[in-house]
């Protein structure tokens, strides 16, 4: 099946969005997302505040944009496991898959590290760490229907994967809390921080963790 090529004036269109979402969030990170008015943005882009509204509702959701994308790769990918795979070995197996193919789809909109100083961003401000987090507790609830889903569960009857997708996601936050106080700021980094701190879950959730290894 032949992809369709976007024509001249959706290609326009994608062009506009992405330089509003890149000016967005370059003053985002570097004067503030308070500070950051929504006219700064568009005389920027040299764009007009209505032109703004008609891809974005908000200052909130251009900083949250390809975070969206990040996570809808994310519940693509799981959606992909196979049926053999565990409930946690498929959320790992996927979100390990997703940064490794993330790069080049967020290199289409912004730079790598733009988007990494961003999520910093998010994490350092109060009002989009509140919005962040509703967000999390959201997509928690997608993640454990999709899990239930592949075990043949009713995610109302059985608890377990609710609590299975909030192990994992409590694991998440962490890393990216840990992976912000670091030093090195890369994809690579938070991919294997992510690795290493999912496959330290099982262990630190043993009954006694003196003479066991870090």
């Known amino acids: 099946m ?12 994608q062009r506009t969005r992405d330089a509003l979402i890149r000016v967005a969030l370059e003053l985002f990170t570097t004067q503030g997302y308070e500070r950051t008015t929504v006219d700064e943005i568009v005389d920027a882009v ?18 949250f944009d390809v975070q969206q994308m990040v996570e809808e790769r994310f519940v693509r990918a799981l959606g992909q496991r196979p049926p053999d795979e565990g409930p946690f070995d498929a959320m790992r197996n996927a979100v390990l898959c997703a940064w490794d193919t993330i790069g ?39 993640i454990a229907r999709i899990i ?10 059985d608890p377990r994967p609710r609590i299975a997708v909030a192990a994992f996601s409590g694991v998440m936050r962490v890393t990216g809390q840990m992976w912000g106080r670091g030093g090195e700021q890369s994809l ?9 701190y999912l496959d330290r879950l099982g262990p630190a ?7 066991r290894p870090a």
């Open 2 to 13: 032949t992809v369709p090529v976007p024509g001249l004036r959706e290609r326009k269109k």
């Open 46 to 63: 040299e764009v007009s505040q209505r032109t703004f509204f008609r891809y974005f509702s908000s200052k909130e959701e251009v900083a």
């Open 104 to 142: 080049e789809a967020i290199e289409e909109v912004v730079p790598v590290e733009l988007y990494l100083r961003t999520y910093q961003m998010i994490e350092s401000t109060p009002a989009l760490l509140a919005v962040h987090l509703r967000r999390s507790t959201e997509m928690e609830e997608t």
């Open 148 to 157: 239930a889903g592949r075990e043949g569960l009713d995610v109302d009857e």
């Open 188 to 196: 690579e980094s938070i991919r294997s921080l992510t690795e290493e």
């Open 205 to 211: 959730l043993a009954q006694r963790w003196r003479d």
